[in-house]
Every structure is written in C-alpha cells, then in structure tokens.
C-alpha cells in the first residue's frame, strides 16, 4: 500500500528565492523511493504559524508522513522544532537520537540538530507522523537513511496494526 506523505521546507531565503531549496526535493525523492506517494511540497518562511498552518494543512489533505527541511539548528531563526512540538500528541525520541547519531559519524555538526519526530492525532484526519529533518542535503539523506525504511511501518502502527507484522491488527 502507498501512504501519502508531504514534504515541507523551512526557510525564510528558499521562501524568498534567494536561494533554491536543495533539501525538499531530495526528501520528495528519498519518500518516493521509500514507496510513499508525495501529494503535497510546500515551502514556507521561518514562522512558526506557517509551519504550523503547513502541517495542519498538509494531514488534513491526507498526508500520513510529513516531513520537514530546515530549522533544526541553534540559529534565533529555526523555530521548526518548537512548531512542531506544539502539534504532536507525543514524541518517538530514539528514531531522532539514532539520526543524530548516525550524521556525526560523517558530520559532527550533525549533534546540533534538536529535530523531533512524533505522532499528530487531528480530529479531522487519521494519525500522522512528523519528523524534523535538518535543511541540508546530507541531512535529509542521513535523515531518510534510518528513518525511511520504518516509515510504511510507523503508519500502520499508528492504524492500530500488531507489532509483529505477520498478524493483523487486533480489534481496538
């Protein structure tokens, strides 16, 4: 089964076109691969209203993955992690800890991200899952790299499916 996902890029200069956005179309890509169908690629201003909007809007025409490029770091101006936590329900801490880990064996740099990955439970939609991915290309790919082959999994948790996959989902 293919999922709908959505990739949403943060930053005020990709926004402006001051600069073409080179993370989201390699999240497009790596999602594709992954085997989900990407309905919606949005880019939006660091504020975090619009990334709140952005997300709102991306679960509400379906999207059961969104995933975000940019505004991980320390800078005054990423504010994707705290927009982000405003909206989930919960977080999934060890996929973010194992990204980071994973980047700093090839970037150290990669320790400064503070993305979250969690579960949106909306009353107007299935349950989503969000993940913060840093805005640059190699963390995109390092981001994908550990959490793409758990993505079709997470959805069809968050559908109620039984851990171990070879039994179907118990009645709720």
Do not use: W
Request: glycine share 8%.
């Amino acid at each position: 089964m293919s999922y709908a996902a959505a990739v949403i890029t943060c930053s005020d200069r990709a926004f402006a076109d001051v600069y073409e956005d080179r993370s989201g179309p390699i999240a497009v890509e790596l999602l594709t691969d992954a085997g989900f169908t990407v309905v919606s690629k949005v880019t939006v201003p660091d504020d975090p209203e619009q990334i709140r909007l952005a997300i709102r809007a991306a679960v509400s025409d379906g999207a059961r993955v969104v995933i975000t490029t940019g505004g991980t770091g320390v800078n005054p101006k990423d504010v994707t992690v705290e927009a982000t936590r405003e909206l989930i329900a919960y977080e999934v801490p060890g996929l973010m800890e194992e990204i980071r880990r994973f980047g700093a064996e090839k970037q150290p740099l990669a320790l400064l991200s503070r993305g979250v990955a969690g579960v949106l439970i909306p009353d107007d939609a299935p349950r989503a899952f969000i993940l913060n991915a840093p805005g640059s290309r190699g963390g995109v790919r390092d981001t994908m790299t550990v959490a793409g082959p758990l993505l079709d999994h997470i959805v069809q948790q968050l559908d109620g499916a039984d851990h171990d996959m070879s039994r179907p989902p118990s009645a709720p």
